[in-house]
């Protein structure tokens, strides 16, 4: 009988691979292994030999102590996870978010041991668990709420991903692995968790990707998740997630005041002001009756005549905002010496480099090695105590 390793958990396999956005497959040619043996040490039936341990560890990136962890950072029962698409094309790249939200979870676990974070602050506005009797008067209602708690009043959102951050949303950005999906969130009672893709440019883009995952914790708190495209509330919740963030970005009143004519010109003079994608300031022209069906139909082939859906001006002027929590946190922790990289590394038991990337932290901040083997499509490429706790202080919105 071939040695195995001991204690090697089998979860963990699982995790890292899909984690990579590999398949079985894939990562079976990488190892040099038949994939029906990926999937016999991915349910417990065996455990890989030292040899080949060696090998998953190696192509995986991840630290030995990886693997001889409990599984425990499985989804909770009381977690909510949405995905902007949930077509079969990108079902790697969603099984990959899936984990690393839980590698963001883990990482702000351990970071609240030491940093005391901003609380929560979303609340229930107690809308029905069936999106579909969800109305646009409730959206446009919690998103004027919302912006009188925060107190942002009526003008444009300096930084949107500042602001969620103030009120207890964790954001990473990074390279998401599929054209399909553009931000992930995962939703506790606790905190929140969102993910944005920093492979899709642009900084108007990137923040309504924000605040529509803003939408879905504020407008489907109460909802379960859709099972996949066909299922008829995924596309209500998608069409409902952008109408609150319009909403929020765009408030009613003071939007609407000043768009007069409603050409593409004077849209594009308001961009700069609003940090708002032409596009979306003529859906939200629309949503709220500024403008008819016919003359929506006009604006929508200028814009296609001037080729704005590849890029609209201003859209290389701006970069995307930076989520800073996080990585000032860590920052603090390892200033203040109440943690070493040692420590930290040592308690998350993840790559460095895989922390760095959702953490925000600048590369060789806890790391000094080449990043992680990336994966996209499912093909490999190299291409404390209480009394240590630290008050992390808010950032302007």
Same mark, same amino acid.
């Given at each position: 009988m071939k040695p195995g390793t001991p204690f090697f958990v089998a979860?963990?396999?699982?995790?890292?691979? @899909?984690?990579? =956005?590999?398949?079985? *497959?894939?990562?079976?040619?990488?190892? $040099?292994?038949?994939?029906?043996? +990926?999937? /016999?040490?991915?349910?417990?039936?065996?455990?890989?030999?030292?040899?080949?341990f060696s090998r998953l560890q190696e192509s995986l990136r991840m630290p030995a102590a990886f693997f001889f962890q409990p599984v425990e950072d499985r989804p909770d029962d009381g977690e909510l996870i949405l995905f902007r698409s949930l077509r079969s094309a990108a079902k790697p790249a969603r099984q990959r978010a899936r984990w690393r939200l839980q590698w963001l979870k883990r990482i702000t676990?351990?970071?609240?041991?030491?940093?005391?974070?901003?609380?929560?602050?979303?609340?229930?506005?107690?809308?029905?668990?069936?999106?579909?009797?969800?109305?646009?008067?409730?959206?446009?209602?919690?998103?004027?709420?919302?912006?009188?708690?925060?107190?942002?009043?009526?003008?444009?959102?300096?930084?949107?991903?500042?602001?969620? @951050?103030?009120? =207890?949303?964790?954001? *990473?950005?990074?390279?998401?692995?599929? $054209?399909?999906?553009?931000?992930? +969130?995962? /939703?506790?009672?606790e905190h929140i968790f969102v993910l944005l893709?920093?492979?899709?440019?642009?900084?108007?883009?990137?923040?309504?990707?924000?605040?529509?995952?803003?939408?879905?914790?504020?407008?489907?708190?109460?909802?379960?998740?859709?099972?996949?495209?066909?299922d008829p509330r995924h596309k209500v919740m998608e069409q409902q997630a952008f109408r609150f963030a319009g909403a929020l970005l765009l408030p009613r009143e003071s939007f609407a005041n000043e768009v007069w004519t409603c050409s593409l010109e004077e849209l594009l003079a308001l961009k700069p002001k609003w940090r708002v994608a032409v596009a979306a300031m003529i859906l939200r022209s629309a949503h709220l009756g500024l403008i008819s069906e016919s003359q929506q139909l006009r604006l929508w082939k200028q814009?296609?005549?001037?080729?704005?859906?590849?890029? @609209?001006?201003?859209?290389d002027e701006?970069?995307?905002?930076?989520?800073?929590?996080?990585?000032?946190?860590?920052?603090?922790?390892?200033?203040?010496?109440?943690t070493s990289v040692d420590q930290f590394l040592s308690a998350i038991k993840l790559p460095a480099t895989d922390i760095e990337d959702l953490a925000g932290l600048s590369p060789g901040t806890i790391s000094d090695g080449p990043s992680p083997i990336a994966f996209r499509g499912g093909r490999a490429s190299t291409d404390a105590s209480d009394s240590n706790v630290l008050s992390f202080e808010r950032h302007a919105k």
């Open positions: 979860g963990r396999l699982l995790e890292a691979r @899909e984690g990579r =956005g590999l398949s079985a *497959a894939a990562l079976a040619d990488v190892v $040099d292994v038949r994939r029906e043996t +990926i999937y /016999q040490i991915e349910s417990g039936r065996i455990t890989p030999g030292p040899a080949l676990r351990f970071v609240e041991e030491f940093v005391e974070l901003p609380a929560l602050d979303v609340p229930d506005y107690g809308l029905p668990s069936d999106p579909i009797a969800i109305r646009d008067r409730h959206i446009e209602e919690v998103a004027d709420d919302l912006r009188q708690r925060w107190v942002l009043g009526k003008g444009p959102i300096s930084n949107v991903a500042w602001l969620m @951050e103030n009120h =207890g949303i964790i954001i *990473a950005r990074e390279d998401l692995g599929a $054209d399909e999906l553009d931000a992930a +969130i995962l /939703q506790k009672k893709g920093a492979d899709k440019g642009t900084d108007v883009r990137s923040r309504m990707d924000a605040a529509h995952e803003l939408g879905h914790a504020v407008v489907h708190r109460n909802c379960p998740a859709p099972t996949s495209d066909k814009y296609s005549s001037r080729r704005w859906k590849k890029a @609209e001006p201003f859209d701006w970069t995307p905002e930076q989520p800073v929590l996080l990585r000032r946190s860590i920052e603090l922790m390892l200033e203040e010496k109440v």
